[in-house]
């Protein structure tokens, strides 16, 4: 039986352009064609989740524009239920305006449109849905209001909450104390403690920091070198699959999509980070974004065996 997922976040239409170097404060460079891909860190992350198995139903919201159709077919395509994403009658869908260089690094500047319309008085009619799921998967491209709502009804009926704390802002305690699975950058884990920089021993103060909190588990990214996790009382580093990286784009993505589709599916946590590890890496052998993103059975085949049992396996 597939994990039932709910993902509540930023559905965005990303214009991307390449460039040989990213431009520093003040300097200009001359980038490739714009390409056009349906995004946003809500519909990236539910769709790496339907990819590797999970029953993912997406909330968000969209402008009554040709943005906001194509976004939606694009997530029914990947078999995404999208009954609750609504559509605003006079915002414009957001936009993503994303840089990426020849080593596959990137800069974006977002301009959210009508996902900061996504408050919580839309959200009545989704309560069911949200109190049901097995995971809640958030972000913090919508509403921090809308955020804090749906992560205390997620609490408040034992559904497992993950939080993408990025983009990187200061949260609540009342917020955390919601949130069963916090996972960000270390430049994002800097600006929540008070443990900035570098380096395993700043990722390893602020993840003991949030831990105290109360969040139950906390994932520092680490890049090429892997995540560093405070889980249940244990802690430690763990790298990823030895991979040819081509494009970093997507591994964030597709790690936060792996590790709600095992949590839902019942894993243990330290389990559900090593297969969302390797679905990470495994996106990172490919360029694009969504067109990187795996299904369960190649993370699999990179992990070199099953995770899932199999009666349970329907994402292929």
């Known amino acids: 039986m597939a994990s039932n997922i709910v993902v509540v976040g930023s559905l965005n239409m990303d214009l991307v352009v390449q460039t040989e170097q990213l431009p520093r404060p003040g300097m200009s460079v001359m ?9 946003g860190r809500g519909g990236n992350q539910a769709v790496a989740a339907a990819r590797l198995g999970g029953q993912v139903l997406m909330i968000g919201r969209v402008g009554r524009d040709e943005n906001g159709e194509a976004l939606i077919r694009s997530l029914e395509e990947e078999g995404v239920d999208t009954a609750f994403i609504s559509r605003d009658p006079e ?44 995971v809640l998967l958030l972000q913090l491209e919508i509403p921090i209001e809308t955020v804090e709502y749906c992560a205390e009804l997620a609490h408040q009926n034992g559904v497992t909450v993950v939080l993408n704390a990025s983009p990187a802002r200061p949260l609540s305690l009342s917020l955390l104390k919601n949130v069963d699975y916090l996972v960000m950058s270390q430049m994002e884990a800097g600006v ?3 443990s900035p920089g570098d380096g395993l021993e700043a990722a390893t103060a602020a993840a ?11 994932v520092v990214t680490l890049g090429k070198r892997g995540i560093y996790y405070h889980v249940d009382g244990q802690q430690g580093l763990l790298a990823p699959p030895a991979v040819n990286v081509v494009d970093r784009n997507g591994t964030g993505v597709a790690f936060l999509g792996a590790l709600a589709v095992g949590l839902g599916s019942g894993l243990p946590a330290l389990q559900s980070l090593r297969f969302a590890s390797a679905a990470g890496a495994l996106t990172a052998t490919r360029r694009g974004l969504r067109s990187a993103l795996p299904n369960r059975q190649q993370v699999e085949e990179l992990l070199g065996e099953p995770i899932f049992a199999r009666e349970e396996d329907g994402g292929g």
């Open 192 to 194: 929540l403690t008070s």
């Open 91 to 134: 915002t414009p869908t957001g936009v993503a305006m994303i840089t990426v260089d020849l080593s596959g690094q990137s800069t974006a500047v977002i301009s959210p449109g009508a996902n900061y319309q996504l408050l919580p008085g839309l959200l009545a009619e989704a309560h069911d849905v949200i109190r049901k799921a097995d």
């Open 208 to 218: 003991s920091e949030l831990a105290e909190t109360g969040v139950h588990g906390v």
């Open 31 to 39: 980038g490739g064609r714009v390409t056009r891909f349906p995004g």
